[in-house]
């Protein structure tokens, strides 16, 4: 173990250097040693709980095309769906039955009105069906202030909209370069959430074509500067009928994007002590346990997927997307992994973030330079 490593896990703030060095580390030593360092912060600061948000893939329309999603607007092999009345409400009571405590409503991004009232009907049924039990996560794009406070007073209370890279070159190499993909409407956005009450998320890809450490670095301390009380942050996976697929060859191998990912995960654990940090799926494309790792390297909320599985195939973001089954077998069977010995699976429970206080909305966020 370098005597450097040590010396900078024993630091309360990290400069960017410091993250460089850590995201560098190579040896399974070195990354062990700092999760853990990540396992002992997270401990103290938001105990060895684990959440659980029920996933609802609802719609795969989006008006975007990001050069990396299997559902952008331009790829025509995907048949869309929205999933219907019925099996929106199967999916709530498959929640309730398990003890979920809070459901996560993904959708591809569209804003007309048909769009912001169908979703503003899913959150009215959710709280009517749980009777209000049921804690509700929305990552459901850019949207207006209008629409947000909507959905803010219909029984919403933590939105999820990541950011994918904090750097604006390679925020542009990743979207196409027009007024529906601009970096700074998403900040704007991130501020709405702020300003309007919303316990706010985000998040970046890990291992996109042609990203760097130093720019993986930046990335955390955008995340630390932004205050956010949530992150879900995950390997890029490539899919083949995107164009950002054309640059597979630029890519860094899947065991070290996975390990990367992982660090992350970890490092910004020790840098934001009491965040809720979500565990990728994306991670259980790279290894059949990735997501019980992220957990062990510092995550504490898991999404097991409720989409009706017949409208699965559609919602291919990646390639080798898992899933296809109707149950989530690993958080089936997460009482019994060996691999989580020791944690808390916490049932019926909101499992908010730590990090969250209502004045904070004031200020953290709203200071960000646009
Ligand atoms: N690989 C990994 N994550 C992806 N997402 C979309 N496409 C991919 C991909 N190819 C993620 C984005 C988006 C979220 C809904 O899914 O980060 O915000
Ligand atoms: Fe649409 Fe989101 Fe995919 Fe972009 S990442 S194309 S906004 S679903």
């Not at 804003?111 to 990552?139: A, P, Q, R």
Request: charged share 25%; aromatic share 8%; with cysteine.
């Amino acid at each position: 173990m370098s005597d450097n490593l040590i010396k900078i896990l024993s630091f309360n703030t990290f400069s960017k250097e410091d993250i460089v060095t850590l995201l560098s580390v190579k040896s399974e030593a070195e990354r062990e040693h700092v999760f853990n360092k990540a396992e002992s912060i997270r401990e103290e600061s938001v105990g060895k709980n684990i959440y659980l948000r029920g996933l609802i893939e609802l719609s795969n329309i989006c008006e975007k095309n990001c050069l990396y999603c299997g559902i952008r607007a331009g790829n025509k092999q995907v048949e869309r769906y929205i999933v219907s009345e019925k099996d929106v409400i199967a999916s709530i009571n498959h929640a309730l039955e398990k003890n979920y405590g809070s459901v996560v409503i993904q959708s591809g991004e569209r804003t007309d009105e048909e769009f912001v009232e169908m979703i503003d009907g899913v959150i009215k049924k959710i709280k009517t069906i749980s009777d209000g039990k049921l804690g509700i996560t929305l990552s459901c794009g850019e949207q207006t202030p209008e629409t947000y406070r909507k959905w803010y007073k219909s029984g919403a209370h933590r939105y999820l909209l990541r950011i994918e890279t904090s750097d604006p070159e390679l925020y542009y190499k990743i979207h196409p370069q027009n007024k529906k993909h601009f970096l700074v409407n998403r900040l704007v956005a991130l501020r709405h959430l702020r300003e309007i009450g919303y316990q706010v998320g985000s998040g970046v890809m890990i291992g996109l074509p042609g990203q760097t450490v130093s720019q993986l670095a930046d990335d955390l301390l955008f995340l630390k500067q932004m205050d956010v009380d949530m992150v879900g942050m995950g390997p890029y996976i490539e899919h083949k009928h995107t164009p950002l697929y054309q640059f597979s060859n630029n890519l860094i191998p899947k065991a070290e994007r996975l390990n990367l990912s992982l660090v992350m995960i970890a490092v910004l654990r020790i840098m934001m002590k009491n965040i809720n940090i979500a565990s990728s799926t994306a991670l259980d494309s790279l290894d059949s346990n990735g997501r019980l790792l992220a957990i062990k390297a510092g995550a504490n909320v898991l999404m097991p997927n409720l989409t009706p599985v017949k409208y699965r195939e559609n919602y291919f973001l990646y390639d080798n997307k898992p899933y296809l089954t109707e149950a989530d077998e690993l958080v089936e069977n997460i009482g019994s992994s060996e691999i989580l010995k020791g944690y808390l699976i916490k049932l019926g429970e909101w499992g908010d973030s730590a990090h969250f206080f209502p004045d904070r909305n004031k200020i953290g966020l709203c200071k960000i330079q646009l």
